[in-house]
């Protein structure tokens, strides 16, 4: 399932309810739900949200939903509303909104997004990734995971029909001299190997419908290549490549329309 373009009807050219309408979905319920899958997935642990720039953004220009503060850039062409958030381990997730105000058609291209980090007055140019890229690569970490737990059950299950019992004897002859021994005897159970490879195969089983399972959920957020005509919006995620200790100052730039909308974050810690 693609990213759903809505269509508004109202008047034209700008009028305030378009942004309004925007702005609903980004807080609707139902919505944040698929984001909280996708974090599921992205990271184990919240992390932290990034909020905007005191220095550099107008706080009219913010409004918070669900713990999560949204910056929205506006001209009279087009708006875009953007949050993010860093879970801790994983990769640094924008959420991007955005709405044709006044134009015939516009294209929005979530991988032309530029995002750069700033540490100790150096910037850096992140790798945003587009939804395919991003796809391809959470499926190549689990499908890793996969294997990894294929061979070690398998390797535990070669051993799961043995089990070994350990005699002592001890004598005292009549002379009273003390003797001691043991013997070790291996036996082998068809049954609970067959039990122990099946229960793996089932827990792989599990593993790889939990992952597809997880990977549509997510499919359905990350933003796509969509053109916008007069009036229509577009949600959706998109996924930067970002090491675990990026925490400090973030620049975003969005193009749209053949303008560029600029957003500078803070971590929010």
């Known amino acids: 399932?693609?990213?759903?373009?809505?269509?508004?009807?109202?008047?034209?050219?700008?009028?305030?309810?378009?942004?309004?309408?925007?702005?609903?979905?980004?807080?609707?319920?139902?919505?944040?739900?698929?984001?909280?899958?996708?974090?599921?997935?992205?990271?184990?642990?919240?992390?932290?949200?990034?909020k905007p720039d005191p220095n550099t953004i107008d706080p009219n220009n913010t409004f918070l939903s669900s713990g999560h503060t949204y910056i929205v850039s506006r001209t009279p062409n087009a708006m875009i509303i953007l949050t993010a958030i860093k879970p801790s381990g994983g990769q640094l997730q924008l959420t991007v909104g955005y709405l044709n105000i006044n134009l015939n058609r516009a294209d929005a291209r979530p991988d032309s997004i530029r995002v750069a980090f700033e540490d100790e007055g150096t910037s850096t140019l992140l790798q945003v990734y587009t939804a395919d890229q991003y796809m391809r690569k959470l499926r190549r970490q689990e499908n890793f995971s996969i294997m990894a737990k294929a061979i070690n059950d398998g390797y535990?299950?070669?051993?799961?029909?043995?089990?070994?019992?350990?005699?002592?004897?001890?004598?005292?002859?009549?002379?009273?001299?003390?003797?001691?021994?043991?013997?070790?005897?291996?036996?082998?159970?068809?049954?609970k190997a067959y039990q122990a490879n099946a229960r793996s195969s089932q827990e792989l089983n599990q593993m790889e419908g939990s992952f597809n399972q997880y990977n549509q959920s997510l499919n359905q957020i990350l933003l796509r290549p969509s053109t916008l005509f007069k009036g229509q919006k577009l949600i959706g995620t998109v996924v930067v490549n970002a090491s675990p200790d990026i925490s400090s100052k973030i620049y975003v730039t969005v193009p749209f329309g053949g303008e560029e909308y600029n957003f500078t974050l803070i971590a929010n810690k």
Do not use: E, W
């Not at 378009?18 to 139902?30: A, E, N, P, R």
């Open 1 to 50: 399932m693609h990213t759903v373009v809505h269509t508004f009807v109202g008047k034209q050219p700008y009028d305030n309810r378009y942004g309004d309408g925007l702005i609903h979905i980004m807080k609707t319920k139902s919505y944040f739900l698929l984001i909280g899958i996708a974090l599921l997935m992205l990271a184990c642990s919240p992390g932290f949200y990034y």
């Open 156 to 191: 535990n299950n070669q051993n799961a029909g043995y089990s070994t019992s350990t005699t002592y004897t001890s004598t005292v002859s009549n002379n009273g001299t003390f003797s001691s021994g043991s013997s070790t005897t291996t036996t082998y159970d068809a049954n």
